[in-house]
């Protein structure tokens, strides 16, 4: 459920569920986890991280979520691994986010979005908390006032406001949403992995 692809030292991770609305289990979680560790070590300077069909993901399995998935510690492992990649990374959203799986997207250095995405994190009204990491990173991105919109407020917000708001970096029309990504990986790609690396963390 997890489609791996790599053209060179540009990784493509797509979440290949879409008959769930891209949904996450564990095991897809594992898989991506395991994925983002294989482009480390292969030298990668790029991965993008997208969905197929008209969701990005809704977040946890419903069902495994009832058995534990929600609390589950897999998703800021996954977080984490993204937002420690030493290469550049980017969430190329082809549709609607929410719950758990924004996390990857957070952690990602840069997200673009189809106009027709809406961004949601209902962990007030489903009574969990969000991922350790993911309100701080929220908060970066958006400022406290808006981040508890999302976070306390159950806000969903449409892709115009989210790119206003600084939650999204630009809006691509579906058709060139992938080309968009790719053409932001060109330079990475032709450098080497120090001077990526090395970029990255001045930015940190």
Same mark, same amino acid.
């Given at each position: 459920?997890?489609?791996?692809?790599?053209?060179?030292?540009?990784?493509?991770?797509?979440?290949?569920?879409?008959?769930?609305?891209?949904?996450?289990?564990?095991?897809?979680?594992? *898989? @991506?986890?395991?994925?983002?560790? +294989? /482009?480390?070590?292969?030298?990668?300077? #790029? &991965?993008?991280? $997208?969905?197929? !069909?008209?969701?990005?993901?809704?977040?946890?399995?419903?069902?495994?979520?009832?058995?534990?998935?929600?609390?589950?510690?897999?998703?800021? *492992? @996954?977080?984490?691994?993204?937002? +420690? /990649?030493?290469?550049?990374?980017?969430? #190329? &959203?082809?549709? $609607?986010?929410? !719950?758990?799986?924004?996390?990857?997207?957070?952690?990602?250095?840069?997200?673009?979005?189809?106009?027709?995405?809406?961004?949601?994190?209902?962990?007030?009204?489903?009574?969990?908390?969000?991922?350790?990491?993911?309100?701080?990173?929220?908060?970066?991105?958006?400022?406290?006032?808006?981040?508890?919109?999302?976070?306390?407020?159950?806000?969903?917000?449409?892709?115009?406001?989210?790119?206003?708001?600084?939650?999204?970096?630009?809006?691509?029309?579906?058709?060139?949403?992938?080309?968009?990504?790719?053409?932001?990986?060109?330079?990475?790609?032709?450098?080497?992995?120090?001077?990526?690396?090395?970029?990255?963390?001045?930015?940190?």
């Amino acid at each position: 459920m997890i489609d791996v692809q790599h053209a060179g030292s540009v990784w493509t991770l797509t979440l290949d569920r879409p008959d769930k609305a891209n949904s996450l289990t564990a095991e897809m979680l594992l *898989a @991506l986890c395991e994925a983002v560790d +294989a /482009a480390s070590k292969a030298g990668a300077r #790029a &991965l993008v991280l $997208t969905g197929r !069909g008209r969701v990005f993901s809704a977040g946890a399995d419903l069902e495994e979520a009832r058995a534990g998935l929600a609390t589950s510690g897999l998703w800021e *492992a @996954l977080s984490g691994r993204i937002a +420690a /990649a030493p290469f550049l990374t980017i969430a #190329a &959203l082809n549709g $609607t986010l929410a !719950g758990g799986a924004f996390g990857m997207a957070l952690a990602c250095d840069m997200r673009l979005a189809v106009p027709g995405a809406k961004f949601f994190y209902p962990v007030m009204k489903l009574g969990f908390l969000p991922q350790p990491s993911d309100p701080a990173r929220l908060t970066a991105l958006v400022g406290p006032a808006r981040a508890k919109m999302i976070l306390m407020a159950g806000a969903r917000i449409e892709a115009p406001e989210a790119l206003s708001w600084g939650l999204v970096d630009r809006l691509c029309d579906p058709g060139a949403l992938m080309p968009d990504a790719l053409a932001l990986t060109q330079d990475v790609a032709a450098a080497t992995g120090q001077h990526v690396a090395a970029i990255k963390q001045m930015v940190r």
